[in-house]
């Protein structure tokens, strides 16, 4: 059963990474793309540092979050960390593969979702050699990139 999920869950990240790459719509000096992977890059460095207020302040809608909420947060944030210690030897390096475009929703016009929200490809090394690219959606909250 468990196995089942493995492979549930590897199928459906693949399927979205290849529909995402398939609808790319990015150049090197597009400069949304650009500060969208800078957040990104900024927010897992404060993760990876164990400075986690200033990795859930990179979030969007943070904020507004209740407190006993924002402390569950910040305890999953360790373990996630300790976790990956665990399996792999922790993280020891990442950077930013590529950053694209959101395609806009159904129903929604392609302005409503234009510039709004990216998706930056995150590639993090783990000491054990292994690596994983990870998928971390982001949206523009007035002028600044936030993580979803």
């Known amino acids: 059963m468990m196995r089942m999920r493995k492979v549930t869950s590897l199928l459906l990240c693949t399927a979205m990474a290849l529909f995402i790459a398939c609808g790319e719509k990015q150049t090197a000096e597009d400069p949304n793309l650009a500060n969208a992977s800078k957040s990104v890059k900024e927010g897992y460095e404060h993760l990876l ?83 994983e690219e990870v998928v971390v959606p982001t949206v523009r909250r007035n002028s600044t990139w936030k993580l979803k």
């Open 49 to 131: 540092a164990g400075q986690y207020e200033a990795f859930l302040a990179t979030k969007a809608d943070a904020d507004s979050l209740p407190e006993d909420y924002r402390e569950q947060i910040l305890t999953n944030y360790k373990q996630f960390l300790h976790s990956q210690q665990k399996v792999h030897g922790g993280i020891t390096s990442m950077s930013i593969s590529r950053a694209a475009y959101a395609e806009p929703r159904e129903g929604a016009s392609p302005a409503d979702t234009l510039d709004k929200e990216i998706y930056v490809f995150l590639l993090l090394n783990y000491a054990d050699s292994t690596q």
